[in-house]
């Protein structure tokens, strides 16, 4: 069978089969199975939005009907916008998709549901699709019930937690300054009354101990440590053993912005990713897909299997369509609250001088793929390829940017050249065959 994995997909425009590469749209419908996130919730009118939301990725229920249209039935919901809508939202969107036949991933009406996994059953062998939200899942993880109190409807989470680690001159330094603000006082009889453990000589909270503070530990030299929350991933990986024994093939997808520093925008993953998609595959995974970014990250390859850091995304369009555009999202970035939807978007796209900026401004926002998997289990076949696209960010026509085209050879080589450099670390490089790219192990750089 063929098996089809996409990236991000934000839109709000209709008519997709007509309006984006129609090379694309016949290898999304003549796949077996197409697995994608949906990068949106789909409210009704009446549902509200969740304070605090920042940037809303939300769109009417109706657009959903353009997955049908492209045999996209398998999709991720969990993602750093599941609760742009609070529970009510995820709600009306599991009940949306569900409705059109679709099958929705990683979200759930409790934590059981939303961690199951998704099994496909075909002639060539049966797969398992398990899907993590990481991004602010914290935020929307969702809950068992128990002791009398419901389940909470939410995404299937892998929490996790960030220090600063500074060597002793800098951390004294910042602890005496925590000191003199009083913040440090405040910390030690919080702590004490809240029975909580308090700051110690090799670690504090600097900051607020009630509202925003960051960690700080002490060690050799400077380092941002991230860590994974132990519970989280120790279920996770548990429902990946699981799966391996009741199908042919797993794969775990993840929803991930998180990178190297606190870098949203770094090439390397955040530590604790990597050290995440590794354990997936030592319990029984056999592809780990990540997407998030908005941009291609590295390839690795863990016991022969691969790890895709980041896909990127299939369709990524911000300047047309009718997104759902709440007042406080201008608010958020600057404007009036009745201002207009291109006030928005066109000056995300270019500065008062009309140059490009933001996700317009580098060739790596408008480079993304897909991957083609050939699954057979009875003659044990696993293969895989890239198919390279792009986004067209810098399109003349504002309609046209965000919408994918099949990459033109000039596309693909920088697509080669680009992976293939970031994933040197990884030794693995990406091989261009017929307009497509395939991944080769090779020798480890230092």
Known sequence: MQLIVAGD??????????????????????????????????????TPPAAGRGYVTAVRPETLDEFTDLNMKYLSFANNHTGDFGITGMLDTLAEARSRGLHPLGLGESLFDARKPQFIDTRD??????????????VFAAS???????????????????SYVLPKPAFE???????????RASSEQGSRVETWSGPDDSAFKFGSLWQEHVSIELGEDYAVRTKANEQDQADILADIADAKNRADYVFVNFHAHEGLNEDWYADEPAAFIEKFAKSAIDHGAD?????????????????????????????????SGESIIPPEMY?????????????????????????????NAEDRFSQSVLISFDLNADQETFDYHLIPID??????????????????????TAIQERVSQISQVDGV???????VLKVKQTPLSN
């Open 9 to 46: 997909l934000l839109f709000s425009s209709r008519n997709l089969k007509e309006t984006i590469d129609p090379k694309l749209v016949e290898l999304l419908q003549s796949a077996d199975a197409v697995l994608a996130n949906a990068e949106f919730v789909t409210p009704k009118k009446d």
């Open 125 to 138: 062998g049966r797969i398992a699709i398990i899907t993590v939200a990481v991004t602010r899942s914290e």
């Open 144 to 162: 068992n019930a128990g002791n009398g109190v419901p389940a909470r409807p939410g995404v299937n989470p892998l929490r996790w937690e960030r």
């Open 173 to 183: 330094a910042l602890a005496e300054i925590d000191h003199k603000l009083g913040t």
């Open 287 to 319: 592809a780990v897909i990540g997407h998030g970014a908005h941009f291609l990250k590295g390839i690795a390859l863990h016991q022969g299997k691969p790890i895709f850091y980041n896909i990127h995304s299939l369709v990524m369009e911000f300047e």
């Open 331 to 359: 608010e958020a970035y600057g404007y009036p609250t009745n201002s207009k939807p291109s006030t928005l978007h066109a000056n995300r796209a270019k500065d008062k001088a009309g140059n490009w900026q933001g996700f």
């Open 391 to 412: 986004l067209q960010l810098t399109h003349d026509r504002p309609s046209k940017r965000g919408r994918p085209k099949l990459a033109d050879p000039e596309t693909v």
């Open 429 to 435: 490089a990406l091989i261009e065959a017929d307009g």
